[in-house]
């Protein structure tokens, strides 16, 4: 378990900062249960937040001068605290990645790439929705984490497991205050479900790219065993992954829809408990 303080940014925003510092020495290349498909699955993951978490932040930023509601000013300021540790926890992850001799540092150099293109032709607000959009998607798939003791058990790791539980809980926590900052300045249905459609084509296709390109990298491609068992994981008809965030998902597009619609409070709080976090 690593060591954790808390840090308040605001007296009263409605989640704290957590100030975490894993290391990773000790963990294993296969950590996902010995699977390469899965471990790979997780790393490809870990791969986008540095610099898309970089992203959120600087897409709540530009517009945080817009906003006069007090407390979704303090749960911003409260929200970049959370996911500029995310940020700098998974950019700790590349310790473990190289040395096994995983190159997620390139893969993360593409993300930047991409997001800073996305940053000059898209408007502030184009931005926002774009955060919003992939803030739906790590709080829905958070939340599946959060909530499937089938996958999790799988994780063979103490810190991996710690560092990917205290990121879904706070995935959790903050999931509203983008797409609140996205209502207070005036953002709209349109731009918010077109926008969606984008990010999901570009969300998905560059985890699918990342995917094939570890695997390749690491001499898994034609690994059949591991690809059947990760297909299975994420896309059986009945459990997988991804077959069952797509009714979240499609949530996203209905008129009125609000994050907290998916209620997570009490999951949020016996997951705190279960990580012995104080608050
Ligand atoms: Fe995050
Ligand atoms: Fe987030």
Not at 95 to 104: F, R, S, T
Not at 160 to 169: C, F, G, R, S, V
Not at 222 to 243: Q, Y
């Amino acid at each position: 378990m690593s060591t954790t303080a808390t840090v308040n940014p605001a007296p009263s925003a409605s989640f704290p900062v957590r100030r975490m510092d894993f290391s990773f020495a000790e963990t294993k290349k296969y950590w996902w249960s010995d699977d390469p498909f899965m471990s790979h699955f997780m790393n490809n993951l870990s791969s986008l937040f540095p610099y898309g978490e970089k992203f959120f932040v600087d897409s709540v930023r530009a517009i945080r001068d817009r906003i006069t509601d007090p407390q979704l000013k303090k749960d911003i300021s409260a929200f970049i605290g959370q996911e500029a540790m995310h940020s700098k926890e998974h950019a700790t992850y590349n310790d473990y990645a190289a040395e096994h001799g995983i190159d997620l540092e390139r893969l993360e150099l593409r993300i930047k790439v991409l997001l800073e293109w996305v940053t000059r032709i898209f408007t502030k607000k184009q931005c926002l929705a774009a955060t919003c959009a992939l803030e739906h998607f790590t709080a829905t798939m958070a939340e599946q984490l959060l909530k499937r003791e089938d996958l999790t058990t799988q994780i063979d790791d103490p810190k991996m497991y710690q560092l990917w539980m205290w990121h879904a809980i706070e995935e959790n926590e903050h999931k509203a205050v983008c797409y609140d900052a996205y209502q207070a300045i005036g953002g709209g249905y349109f731009i918010r479900v077109i926008t969606m459609m984008l990010t999901t084509v570009i969300f998905l296709g560059v985890i699918g790219w990342f995917q094939i390109h570890l695997l390749r990298k690491d001499g898994q491609l034609f690994n059949w065993r591991a690809w059947k068992r990760g297909l299975t994981t994420l896309f059986s008809p009945r459990n997988g992954f991804f077959t069952r965030l797509i009714g979240p998902y499609l949530d996203y597009y209905r008129p009125g829809f609000h994050p907290f619609d998916h209620e997570t409070k009490a999951l949020e709080k016996d997951w705190r408990q279960r990580l012995g976090f104080n608050n």
